[in-house]
Nanobody
C-alpha cells in the first residue's frame, strides 16, 4: 500500500489543522494506521493510531484531548484532526500502515512521505 500525507501548514498557537493520509490499494481496511511526528533534532515519536474499522484509537499523552483520529475506508483515508495546537507540536508528521498496532516507529510496514506542521507562538 502507498500512503500520501497532506494537510500540513503554518498555524498560530491555539489553532487547528486536519491532516489526511490517503492510501492506494483495495486492502486499506485491513491495515492499522498510525501517525508519528519528528521535530528537528529529535527522534520520531508516536502520536496516535487507529484500528482497521476506526473503532479503536490510541493517543500519546501529549496530544490526548486535542487530537482526534478518524478513518473513512470508502475513501481509503485517515484523518488526524489537531486542535488547540501548541508550538511544541511543530514537526513533520508521518502516517504509517501496519497489520498490528505499535507505539514505536520501528516495525511499521508502510510510510507516507510526511507533511510539515509549524505552530507559531
Amino acid at each position: 500500500v502507498q500512503l500520501q500525507a497532506s494537510g500540513g501548514g503554518l498555524v498560530q498557537a491555539g489553532g487547528s489543522l486536519r491532516l489526511s493520509c490517503a492510501a492506494s490499494g483495495r486492502t486499506f481496511s485491513m491495515y492499522v494506521v498510525g501517525w508519528f511526528r519528528q521535530a528537528p533534532g529529535k527522534e520520531r515519536e508516536f502520536v496516535a493510531t487507529i484500528g482497521r474499522s476506526g473503532g479503536s484509537t490510541l493517543y500519546a499523552d501529549s496530544v490526548k484531548g486535542r487530537f482526534t483520529l478518524s478513518r473513512d475506508n470508502t475513501k481509503n483515508t485517515v484523518y488526524l484532526q489537531m486542535n488547540s495546537l501548541k508550538p511544541e507540536d511543530t514537526a513533520v508528521y508521518y502516517c504509517a500502515a501496519n497489520s498490528v498496532i505499535l507505539r514505536t516507529p520501528s516495525g511499521w510496514d508502510y510510510w507516507g512521505q510526511g507533511t510539515l506542521v509549524t505552530v507559531s507562538s
